[in-house]
T-cell receptor, first 115, second 114 residues
């Protein structure tokens, strides 16, 4: 399809394990974002990639979280030594650069459950 | 830095009734404002946005919102709701300085009943 694709859609893991979440943005979109959606807390910004610029990591909650974007396209969000408070839906979005301000296209998310 | 407040976590309304979902923001710089909608088991999609110009903006599915700078508000309205409008609605803000990093509110669950 032409939309933002995320995998896995659901992931159950044990506390202390590492997880990787993948995002495939819309072709041609230069910006990619990761957000976390927790019950009752709205969407929390995690990290933002724009072209070849250094990513904005200001939203990452701890050093257990990291993300990379290879070749300006696919992104992987990695959570090391998962904790129960990491349980949430992780949303990826992509967009063009300025000119379409605010029009982010979201994937359906990856639901992470840490037991 | 910006912040967004959506005071109503849930809004129940009967079908064909009007609805208003409230959004207030805080920012020290000029902002763009947005409403996104999330239908059950789907990703978020843009409903409408205010960038500049007319303070009344119209979006998809008959929704509209009015930017009020003095009250730092961007309330979402629809004159007559339908069952299919049942969804979660998120207000968001970004600064006008470039980039599309959005700060979201906590969301309002709109439940339309017969």
């Amino acid at each position: 399809g032409a939309g933002v694709s995320q995998s896995p859609s659901n992931k159950v893991t044990e506390k202390g394990k590492d997880v990787e979440l993948r995002c495939d943005p819309i072709s041609g979109h230069t910006a990619l974002y990761w957000y976390r959606q927790s019950l009752g807390q709205g969407l929390e910004f995690l990290i933002y990639f724009q072209g070849n610029s250094a990513p904005d990591k200001s939203g990452l909650p701890s050093d257990r979280f990291s993300a990379e974007r290879t070749g300006g396209s696919v992104s992987t969000l990695t959570i090391q030594r998962t904790q129960q408070e990491d349980s949430a839906v992780y949303l990826c979005a992509s967009s063009f650069t300025s000119g379409t301000a605010g029009e982010l296209f979201f994937g359906e998310g990856s639901r992470l459950t840490v037991l | 830095a910006q912040s967004v407040t959506q005071l109503d976590s849930q809004v129940p309304v009967f079908e064909e009734a009007p609805v208003e979902l409230r959004c207030n923001y805080s920012s020290s710089v000029s902002v763009y404002l947005f409403w996104y909608v999330q239908y059950p088991n789907q990703g978020l999609q843009l409903l409408l946005k205010y960038l500049s110009g007319s303070t009344l903006v119209k979006g998809i599915n008959g929704f509209e919102a009015e930017f009020n700078k003095s009250q730092t508000s961007f309330h979402l309205r629809k004159p007559s709701v339908h069952i299919s409008d049942t969804a979660e609605y998120f207000c968001a803000v970004s600064d006008t300085g470039g980039g599309n990093k959005l700060t979201f509110g906590t969301g309002t669950q709109l439940k339309v009943e017969l």
